[in-house]
């Protein structure tokens, strides 16, 4: 049998987490008191909230972020406040379907102002249970299902990846799942297939191979493997912005 066909294609309640940040003001902005305000403003500082809303258009939400100080329904500003939870409902909750699929995935998206920064914090996910009872295994293919296309004829982009959020800061994918029963025991076989899986999950995350960050570290957190891949700086001479790989965790419980 290929070594690719003895792999899972199952996983349980798989999930995705995007974590972004971008700059909001200068080091040396000061804070009005009184508007909460700055004085030296980022260039383009509500970009991150832009592409949350791309984001949610492209899945087919009729959502849309609708914070304090960016489209709120009344206009209000931002609140004063070292960090401060920018939405009106602390999160914006989320229940639809896969794009020409009829997987069920509920999600939420919270934003915030930390300090001189924002930050969008985005999670899509298959429950552990629906109307209790538990859900089925899901295919990998759920990465990339979610982590759309976009602008197809012209750079390819995928709506959870760096060349499309472009947040000024960086960010951070995490995904999640729980390993089929057979993946439970911690024989080295077992470990070698678990290793196998965490990439074939990128795959389905990236398709792309040129795109694709390599796998940097592997461990366990709280007795389950987790995997690094990318985020480090490839290139860096000085002259201009360092080549930076994305950023993937990809934490598979058991």
């Known amino acids: 049998m290929d070594a690719k066909e003895s792999i899972t294609n199952l996983v349980y309640a798989p999930n995705l987490h995007l974590f972004a940040f971008h700059l909001w003001r200068g080091l040396t ?10 004085d030296s403003t980022a260039p383009n500082p509500h970009s991150l909230w832009q592409k949350g809303d791309e984001i ?11 914070l304090y100080g960016y489209n709120h329904p009344q206009g209000e500003s931002e609140t004063p406040g070292a960090v401060v ?25 919270f934003a915030h102002r930390l300090y001189d920064s924002y930050s969008l914090t985005v999670n899509f996910r298959r429950d552990e249970e629906v109307n209790g009872a538990k859900t089925a295994d899901v295919e990998i293919s ?8 976009v602008n197809q004829q012209v750079n390819q982009q995928r709506i959870f990846l760096p060349e499309f ?7 951070t994918l995490l995904l999640t799942a729980f390993l089929p029963q057979e993946y439970q025991d911690k024989s080295e076989e077992t470990q070698e297939k678990i290793v196998k899986l ?3 999950c990128l795959e389905e995350l990236i398709p792309a191979s040129k795109n694709r960050p390599p796998l940097h570290k592997m461990g366990e957190l709280f007795g389950s493997p987790i995997f690094e891949f990318g985020g480090q700086i490839l290139d860096f001479d000085y002259h201009g912005e360092p080549d930076v790989t994305p950023h993937v965790l990809i934490w598979l419980f058991r």
């Open 85 to 109: 939870n920018l939405h009106p409902d602390k999160s914006v909750k989320l229940q639809g379907k896969l794009a020409d699929n009829d997987l069920e995935i509920t999600g939420r998206i």
């Open 165 to 171: 959020v472009q947040s000024s800061l960086g960010q």
């Open 56 to 66: 949610l258009e492209n899945l087919g939400f009729e959502e849309r972020l609708k």
């Open 198 to 200: 965490a990439q074939r």
């Open 29 to 38: 902005g000061k804070t009005d008191s009184t508007t909460g305000k700055a």
């Open 142 to 149: 759920f990465w990339q299902k979610l982590n759309q296309q």
